[in-house]
């Protein structure tokens, strides 16, 4: 059975930074896309970023040049840095594992969900 755990969520007031962490256990995910979702209270859940075997990255519009994926492909982790942080980045963040891609863009999640970490955003 497969588990996905992610840590590091928190209350950060604007324009601070937050690491976000997700471990999988129970299968490898070493040559899989791996990447990140967050869902804000009365929104659907949206893409934020991904990040290939190959290391090669996509971030949504709305967090290039502040947030930065990174990964270890041998220990099934994936990190999230979160960087000048806005209100509006206040949300529910989820890892996913075995991403793929769609129309060219690794945006498409599997079933693979973590339970989710709280980034509140205090501006």
């Known amino acids: 059975q497969v588990h996905v755990t992610e840590s590091g969520g928190g209350l950060v007031q604007a324009g601070g930074s937050l690491r976000l962490a997700c471990e999988a256990a129970g299968r490898s995910f070493r040559y899989d896309p791996m990447g990140w979702f967050r869902q804000a209270p009365g929104k659907e859940r949206e893409f934020v970023a991904s990040?290939?075997?190959?290391?090669?990255?996509d971030y949504a519009d709305s967090v290039k040049g502040r947030f930065t994926i990174s990964r270890d492909n041998a220990n099934n982790k994936v990190w999230l840095q979160m960087n000048s942080l806005k209100s509006e980045d206040t949300a529910v963040y989820y890892c996913n594992m075995k991403m793929s891609y769609v129309n060219g863009k690794l945006r498409s999640p599997s079933d693979y969900w973590g339970q989710g970490t709280q980034v509140t955003v205090r501006s």
């Open positions: 990040m290939a075997w190959s290391g090669d990255t």
